[in-house]
Nanobody, 119 residues
Framework: QVQLEESGGGSVQAGGSLRLSCAAS?????????MGWFRQAPGKEREFVAA????????QYADSVKGRFTISRDMAKSMVYLQMNSLKPEDTAVYYC???????????WGQGTQVTVSS
């Protein structure tokens, strides 16, 4: 069973940048698996942010982050990253990485990392 652990959250002023990391361990990950980033702000439902196939051939972004966030992965290190630039206060949330093992359902989740953007 793959386990996921996020890191890299923190507090930043609007316009700043952060890079989140997600370490995948204890299990096999295949090229067609999707690794995704989601976020949940206080009082709101969890929402999709970005995703990539483990092969890196396909990426997806929420409209709200297109042009500002970039998802990438390092297969050798079993890591997935989310580079977040031009951060806005509305990006404040707990960010989670998750794994879709080819079932179109994200069924493996990390514990989350807090991102706070101040104006």
């Amino acid at each position: 069973q793959v386990q996921l652990e996020e890191s890299g959250g923190g507090s930043v002023q609007a316009g700043g940048s952060l890079r989140l990391s997600c370490a995948a361990s204890s299990g096999l990950i295949f090229n067609n698996y999707f690794m995704g980033w989601f976020r949940q702000a206080p009082g709101k439902e969890r929402e999709f942010v970005a995703a990539t196939t483990w092969s890196g051939r396909s990426t997806q972004y929420a409209d709200s982050v297109k042009g500002r966030f970039t998802i990438s992965r390092d297969m050798a290190k079993s890591m997935v990253y989310l580079q977040m630039n031009s951060l806005k206060p509305e990006d404040t949330a707990v960010y989670y990485c998750a794994l879709d093992r080819g079932t179109r359902t994200y069924d493996v989740w990390g514990q989350g990392t807090q991102v706070t953007v101040s104006s």
